[in-house]
């Protein structure tokens, strides 16, 4: 696909515009909030698939339809109503579980993810919002773990990210309560990069994916790769390890065209290679 063409991918519960260098992704189930069911779960991991193998595709943007929620989380009615279900149907939903379980560890392959946050991002839905790069908020969004208050813990990688993400103690008391947090307070303990009132909200996302276009596109993911990784190992044991995309970088083309065009003044023309 030609950088400037457009190209939207309608699936069942999920959208996907190919704009450019950009994917948008829209988890399209407003009148469930964007809450995921299965099918949802597997249409988006099909939509990261294809992020992270069409070669075209530089960088994605995550979000929800409409204005009030990011994505709720599971569906908790959809799995309340699969204990009566045919059994041929509850397998079928399995299935579609097993395929598309690894929708969050799987954020860790190397183009950046930005969520933009148009409402409530909830269980799951912060979950999806915390495995991604960057995080951009309208104002009147609210985050939160409330998976306790069901039965339920947030086994998504939302306990682990949280405590990860934030302080430890800060981390806990909003772990074991199930509360919520303002779009602000979000930003203040460093879960969210940008706040926002909703009408300014395109125009914030539009400026990070500016910017990271503006960036190597192998540059980027080197850099992506070799922060994610370090962060299991020592200082020196990251700074001295081999990273697959810092490899790529160091023999391709771009590595010279930035220094080039630095030299002769002018801005540089990444291919990515």
Not at 54 to 69: K, P, S
Not at 255 to 262: D, N
Request: aromatic share 6%; glycine share 8%.
């Amino acid at each position: 696909m030609a950088p400037g063409t457009t190209r939207v991918r309608m699936m069942e519960h999920i959208a996907m515009e190919l704009s450019g260098r950009v994917a948008k992704i829209t988890i399209n189930r407003p009148e469930v909030m964007n809450a995921l069911n299965p099918l949802a779960k597997l249409e988006l991991s099909q939509a990261f698939d294809e992020v992270e193998n069409n070669d075209e595709i530089w960088l994605a943007v995550l979000t929800g339809a409409g204005d009030r929620a990011f994505s709720a989380g599971r569906d908790l009615k959809h799995t309340a109503a699969m204990a009566d279900a045919p059994e041929e149907e509850r397998r079928e939903q399995a299935e579609m579980e097993r395929r598309a379980n690894t929708i969050i560890t799987r954020f860790y392959f190397p183009k950046p993810v930005i969520a933009r946050l148009n409402g409530l991002a909830l269980g799951g839905g912060l979950e999806l919002a915390l495995a991604c790069d960057i995080i951009v908020a309208a104002d009147h969004a609210e985050v939160g773990l409330p998976e306790p208050r069901r039965g339920l813990v947030a086994g998504g990688g939302g306990m682990h990210r949280l405590a990860r993400q934030m302080g430890l103690k800060q981390a806990m008391g909003y772990l074991l309560t199930g509360r919520h947090m303002s779009a602000q307070r979000a930003y203040e303990v460093g879960l969210v990069n940008q706040v926002v009132p909703l009408a300014e909200l395109d125009a914030a996302v539009d400026s990070w994916v500016e910017d990271i276009l503006r960036c190597a596109p192998l540059s980027v993911r080197a850099t992506k790769e070799c922060s994610m990784k370090g962060l299991d190992a020592s200082l020196p044991d990251a700074f001295s390890a081999e990273y697959e995309w810092e490899k790529k970088r160091r023999a391709s083309q771009d590595a010279r065209e930035g220094p080039r065009a630095f030299a002769e003044k002018r801005e540089p023309h990444w291919e990515g290679r």
